[in-house]
Every structure is written in C-alpha cells, then in structure tokens.
C-alpha cells in the first residue's frame, strides 16, 4: 500500500495517509515522540528513520505526528491542546474517523499517552507504549504546566503510588506495553508497575519485553508482531 507524507494544513506537523486511502472513515493514530524531537521544524518528529519505518508498516490509518515545543517537558497545557487540534484537523482534512482515536508513544511520548487519557477518558480506543517513564526526575513543577493540573501530575508522576493511580485512570484503555529489559532512562519497572495494577483492577494490558535492549526500543517496538493489528482492533468505549 502507498503512503503519503505531508504537512497538513491545519496545523503545519506531518501525516502518513495511504495514497488510496479512499472517500473517508480511516482511524486516526497519534504518534508522540520522545524529548530529543521536541522543537520547532516538525520534521523533527520523524529522526531516527521513523518516515521509512511508518511507510513500511502499511497501517490503514491516517497516522499524526504533533511536534511537541522545546518550552514544554511533554504533551501537556499547550501541548495537549496540540494534539486535540491535530486530531480534529485530520478530521477535517482527510474524513478521518474522530470515534477511532488510537495513541503510541515513545518515552516522553509514552508517558504523555497516559496524562490525556487520564485527562480524556473515553476518547481513545487503545494505547501502545513504549519505553513509559512515570518518575518525575526533578524538583519544581515541570515548565508551563497549567496550575490546576498540578495535582493530577504530582498523582500520576510523583507520588509513591503513582503506578497505581495511572491503572485507575486508564483501566478502560487496553494497552500494550513495550520496553528494553536494560532501559536506564525509563527503567522496565514502570512498565511492570502499571501493568501489575491494571490486571489488579481486571483490565487488560500486555507487556512484551526485550531482554537485550535499553532505551533504544523505538523502531524493534513499532515493528513488534501484530501491533497496529491489535491497536486497532479495538474500540472506544461507549460514553
């Protein structure tokens, strides 16, 4: 299947679309990167090979890159605000399915699919993380985090239970974990925490790990066996 990179726009960040993607109705997967990409040239979003890799998954989806500003520690306050306008822009661009929301993200990225769904509950169908971190390293409130949503980071990010109020929040959200076993940037505990308190509450989440790599999980992640498959066989769920 032939894909299409382009700026879209609305709001200048790239989409992958197949080229014969017909009249309308494909979902819509929001890809967010990790905190080496943030910038200001939205072709950053796609270092690392990712444009080559995207392409050759032939995922039958219209596929969002929103670019995350050097200003901001991940997709939150004005970065939250980024990618609901970038969804809405596929919608209207590209008759993209606004029921069908689907998130992957990478590190930073990662750890940015767990804050909107907890802040968006309900609006998207299914999360593929790699390489999650939910350890705040730093003193102080990360830059232009909005003050009332610094209750809800220091819940999710700070506190001795985090793992625990995370499964909480996304416990309706199946999601599939990816993670080196040598990661020291996110270490794989966070991985197992979350998935350890999303089976206590009976919710459903996957975990696939690789023993031999570190942070380095992005491209083997997005090629993992049946993932886009199993990402978007999954629903929202009914409001």
């Not at 949503?149 to 929040?169: H, S, T, V, Y």
């Not at 975990?207 to 066996?225: C, F, I, M, Q």
Request: net charge negative.
């Amino acid at each position: 299947m032939p894909f299409l990179l382009c700026r879209t726009e609305s709001s200048g960040h790239y989409a992958c679309i197949p080229a014969d993607r017909g009249a309308s109705g494909l979902p819509i997967i929001v890809f967010l990167h990790g905190a080496g990409e943030r910038g200001t040239d939205p072709a950053d979003a796609l270092q690392g090979g990712l444009k080559a890799v995207f392409e050759s998954l032939n995922i039958p989806a219209v596929v969002l890159f929103p670019q995350c500003s050097p200003e901001y520690r991940a997709y939150y306050g004005a970065m939250e605000e980024r990618v609901l306008q970038a969804i809405d822009g596929a919608v209207r661009e590209f008759s993209a399915d606004c029921a069908s929301v689907y998130l992957i993200g990478y590190s930073m990225g990662a750890t940015s699919c767990f804050y909107l769904a907890a802040r968006h509950p309900g609006r998207f169908a299914a999360i593929a993380s790699i390489a999650v971190g939910i350890s705040w390293p730093e003193h102080g409130w990360p830059p232009n985090l909005p003050d009332d949503k610094r209750e809800l980071f220091r819940n999710m990010f700070i506190d001795a239970e985090r793992a625990r109020f995370i499964a909480g929040q996304v416990k309706t959200v199946p999601v599939w974990f990816i993670h080196g076993s040598q990661d020291r940037a996110c270490p794989v505990t966070d991985s197992r925490s979350i998935v350890d308190q999303l089976r206590a509450f009976g919710a459903t989440a996957r975990l696939t790990e690789y023993p031999e790599l570190g942070h380095d999980s992005l491209v083997r992640g997005l090629n993992e066996e049946g993932l886009f498959q199993w990402l978007l066989s999954n629903s929202a769920p009914a409001l």
